[in-house]
């Protein structure tokens, strides 16, 4: 891990709360600092998110931003733990990844993993979990609170641009929608991306 840009720096040893662009290729959103393993131009913080953010001290961030990013990591529950360190306890952590229903996440041969419905809820206190389906969180001891899952599907075509909308707001209604969706309807509608 390598801080390229000084004012990642200064802002730290301040005590300024920071807000992280995991894998953001150098194309950072607006008021955040790119983190990428790739030295690109744009890019504040060169680090493999399969190792440790060693140079992020515990509580030094309010908000982290993920966006296709996470299926790249072969360690993940390393990562998890590592979010959750620098994380500050009020702050956020916002995960986009694709949903296994996806089919073009099975075209990059550098995807390494899938997520689906309940993944995230693996690092989740199990009194916090909804009563649907109750998963292990024995992986790992750190544990988040999720605000809200929201199914996303693609609008590549006009058959997808035409019910992507209507069928999206009806998948979203609750959780227990959005697993029928999985469990039920995902082989054989459009492909969905998985946002937390």
């Known amino acids: 891990m390598k801080i390229l840009n000084p004012q990642v720096t200064a802002d730290i040893d301040q005590g300024k709360p920071i807000k992280l662009d995991l894998g953001s290729g150098g ?3 607006k008021g955040f600092y790119s983190v990428d393993h790739l030295e690109l131009d744009g890019v504040d913080i060169l680090a493999n998110l399969n190792e440790p953010l060693d140079l992020l001290p515990n509580n030094s961030v309010e908000y982290v931003y ?3 990013a996470l299926e790249h990591v072969q360690h993940l529950l390393p990562l998890i733990r590592e ?3 620098i994380t500050k306890s009020e702050g956020l952590v916002e995960i986009i990844v694709p949903h296994f229903s996806n089919v073009y996440g099975y075209s990059d041969p550098t995807h390494v993993r899938f997520f689906g419905l309940f993944s995230m809820y693996y690092f989740v206190s199990p009194e916090n979990q909804p009563d649907l389906r109750k998963v292990p969180s024995f992986y790992t001891e750190v544990r ?3 605000d809200s899952i929201e199914l996303q ?3 590549s075509g ?3 641009r035409l019910f992507a909308g209507i ?3 009806v998948v979203n209604r609750n959780i227990y929608w959005q697993n029928f969706y999985e469990r039920r309807l995902s082989n054989f509608s459009m492909p969905g991306k998985y946002d937390i």
């Open 158 to 160: 006009l058959i997808d």
């Open 144 to 146: 988040f609170i999720i």
């Open 66 to 68: 993920s966006r296709h």
């Open 83 to 85: 979010i959750h360190r």
């Open 153 to 155: 599907f693609y609008r």
């Open 167 to 169: 069928f999206s707001k």
């Open 27 to 29: 194309y950072s959103r």
